[in-house]
């Protein structure tokens, strides 16, 4: 059994924050029938290498990025351009509980699809809406795009080394702006589901990026509506919190620069470093004593502390300060990340058998339920692998009319 059994979602989405939302919810036990193009699908089928190679070695036409957002889907191709495409996504929304698109405003109502023409048709229809700017306002009907979304929502303005030290403007490294999105998204449907399982009435979700992204600042969102004043980048430190950074440490065994991070959260855990390191006089200093003090002279202490540091090497700081609880940790690449014990023994890959690879690895769902499990049951679905049987099991559309269909390449 899963959290979501018997609740069915009909995804019109593409590319990441849409298909992120639909992929936790199929995680979660919903039955995710995925909408797209017939012959080409998913933008991200085509976005790589690298390519998903079969048992022979060979490149196919499955990209790793689609791959990694879309398990635990049925697909089925539709041509929503075409009037009997548009019919058919139609029949399918009689059966859903939800009903997710992430096309341009304005777009689904040219076919017919939005939000009151399908409520109409379903009155409990959970209709989410994600688009880069939302519904309403005057930057509506632009395209959004995550790169985009993180510099206007401010997030490239705090990312990054100091703009003394050389830095300028830089995004995260992966798309956090869509994988926000579809999170804060999913939250969203779940809770819209809940209403309409109390009141037998649906609802429109509008979710968009910017509003995301802004919602994503945080406490430097909250320091700025506070204080009135723009923070900036500060590298790999901490806006808030001493010491709460990377530091260099003594050479690796063969000459290269190594560091650790080390993240100080609060006075007792500074003691506690300062013991470990040898510097017990400046945990007791009136200047860094507590946090409020070492932000404000953080340009004082920083620099003691960065000698200190260099005088050991990662292994012998790591061993130290997690045996006092002092938080730290390494900076691993994704090599070391999924040859980590603790990833392992989390269970963060898992093998799927895919139609094109046996023992396919995927990242897994970082969620653990004790009653019900997050499934595992469909690997990320060929285009259009369940077409027919979707359209003959949930609308029994006869032989004939799925021939039709086919004839005229609406499906």
Wanted: charged share 20%; with cysteine.
């Amino acid at each position: 059994m899963n959290s979501l059994d018997g609740i069915r979602i009909l995804d019109l989405s593409r590319v990441l924050a849409g298909p992120w939302c639909t992929q936790t919810l199929a995680d979660l036990g919903a039955d995710v029938i995925k909408i797209e193009r017939p012959g080409t699908g998913d933008d991200t089928r085509t976005w790589g290498p690298p390519f998903l190679q079969d048992d022979q070695g060979a490149d196919t036409h499955e990209a790793a990025y689609y791959l990694g957002a879309n398990r635990n889907k049925r697909s089925v191709t539709c041509d929503i351009a075409q009037p009997a495409g548009q019919a058919l996504i139609r029949d399918l929304v009689r059966h859903c509980d939800v009903f997710v698109e992430n096309f341009k405003v304005g777009d689904m109502a040219r076919y017919g699809l939005d939000y009151p023409s399908l409520k109409a048709l379903n009155p409990r229809l959970v209709y989410c809406s994600v688009t880069g700017f939302g519904q309403t306002g005057p930057y509506q009907e632009r395209a959004g795009y995550d790169y985009a979304i993180q510099g206007m929502g401010g997030l490239m303005s705090v990312t990054g080394e100091r703009d003394d030290l050389g830095g300028g403007p830089q995004k995260v490294g992966v798309a956090v702006a869509d994988l926000m999105t579809g999170m804060y998204a999913t939250v969203a449907v779940l809770a819209a589901l809940r209403h309409a399982e109390k009141t037998g009435e649906g609802q429109q979700v509008d979710m968009a990026l910017l509003d995301t992204q802004v919602a994503m600042l945080a406490n430097l969102g909250a320091n700025y509506l506070v204080s009135g004043k723009a923070p900036g980048r500060a590298g790999n430190a901490h806006q808030n919190i001493v010491p709460y950074q990377v530091f260099e440490v003594a050479p690796a065994a063969d000459g290269s620069k190594d560091h650790l991070i080390l993240a100080v959260g609060n006075d007792q855990q500074y003691v506690k470093f300062c013991n470990v390191a040898g510097i017990p006089e400046l945990g007791v200093n009136p200047l860094f004593a507590l946090n409020r003090d070492r932000v404000r002279n953080r340009d004082q202490l920083v620099p003691m502390l960065e000698a200190v540091m260099k005088t050991r090497s990662k292994a012998d700081w790591l061993a130290a300060l997690e045996a006092a609880k002092v938080p730290c940790g390494a900076i691993n690449n994704l090599a070391e990340v999924f040859a980590d014990p603790q990833v392992q023994a989390r269970g963060m890959v898992h093998h799927w058998q895919h139609p094109l690879k046996n023992e396919l690895k995927l990242v897994a769902s970082p969620m653990k339920l004790s009653a019900t499990p997050v499934r595992t049951d469909l690997p990320p679905p060929l285009l259009g692998q369940h077409t027919e049987e979707v359209l003959r099991g949930i609308l029994n559309y006869p032989d004939a009319q799925l021939s039709d269909l086919k004839h005229k390449k609406v499906i």
